[in-house]
């Protein structure tokens, strides 16, 4: 008798998703101000000082402005960039650390420590994941110590001088069969 597993989307945190989504919208939408604003500015001082000049410069209309449009274009790029590195590092941030956590829980359970805890802090993400993982190491936990209890069994009716040899072959196929049942949750 198998069990089945249904599968579950851990990874898809609509809180997440949604602090993600809005601080890179957050940050697109800064960098569209700074682009306007900062295009305002310098156009401003160039119209400012071509107004004030004595002479006109000597350029097509269309490149009057190119520099002060090359030099804002630059500058947000620059200011968005910093931004969206910013917010990249704190999604990661939150998500790196029960990564890291989960992974060392999982090192220590594949050594051998079915006791062992995965320990995440209150507001982490993966919660979900952490208690399953939780759950399968006590359901395997629990399998393993049923298993060695009917060992334990096996091992004190072969050790009884006293019991006969056809009662304590039967206990002992009995709980073989047990040992079965319970191994059988386990693919190798």
Known sequence: MTQRFTRKNYFIDRGAQGRFIAGFTAASLAGGIVAVF???YFAGRKLESTLYAMRLPDV???HLLLQEMLITTALTAVFVLLLFW???GKVFARIDGPLRRMAGALRTITGGDLHSEVRLRENDEFQEFAADVESMVRQMNGR???????AEKI???CSS???AEEQT????RELIRAMRKEMQ???V
């Open 38 to 40: 900062g295009f305002r």
């Open 60 to 62: 097509p209309m269309t």
């Open 86 to 88: 910013l917010t990249s």
């Open 144 to 150: 393993l110590s049923a298993v060695r209890l009917q």
């Open 155 to 157: 091992s004190v009716l």
């Open 161 to 163: 001088p006293e019991a």
């Open 169 to 172: 072959a039967l206990q002992v």
């Open 185 to 187: 949750v386990f693919t």
